[in-house]
């Protein structure tokens, strides 16, 4: 059993930066991937950046404004959002996945999702 819990969503200005935070805890055994995805009203949920064993892939349209990072010892990922545009409001969920034995499916966690809204 695996819990997500973030934090740092809010409401900025367009230009403005937020830093997303989203720590595991429970039961933690090899880790797959962790990421960050995002759905805004209407829409599908779509993935943001995605960290995979340390190499780290980003959707097009935020590849030059936000990093995704990792703190191993603390089971911890953050997503630094930085020049922050109305079209990147949406609620961002934090993802992990993670196998326990070969002979199983990996199993995925999602946390509740943070609310980021960027206003004009």
């Known amino acids: 059993q695996v819990q997500l819990v973030e934090s740092g969503g809010g409401l900025v200005q367009a230009g403005e930066s937020l830093r997303l935070s989203c720590a595991a805890t429970g039961t933690i055994f090899r880790i797959t991937t962790m990421g960050w995805y995002r759905q805004a009203p209407g829409k599908q949920r779509e993935l943001v950046a995605i960290?995979?064993?340390?190499?780290?892939t980003y959707a097009d349209s935020v590849k030059d404004r936000f990093t995704i990072s990792r703190d191993n010892a603390k089971n911890t990922i953050y997503l630094q959002m930085n020049g922050l545009k109305p079209e990147d409001t949406a609620v961002y969920y934090c993802n992990l996945r993670q196998r326990r034995a070969l002979v199983v499916p990996p199993s995925e966690y999602w946390g509740q999702g943070t609310q980021v809204t960027v206003s004009s």
């Open positions: 960290d995979s064993g340390g190499e780290a």
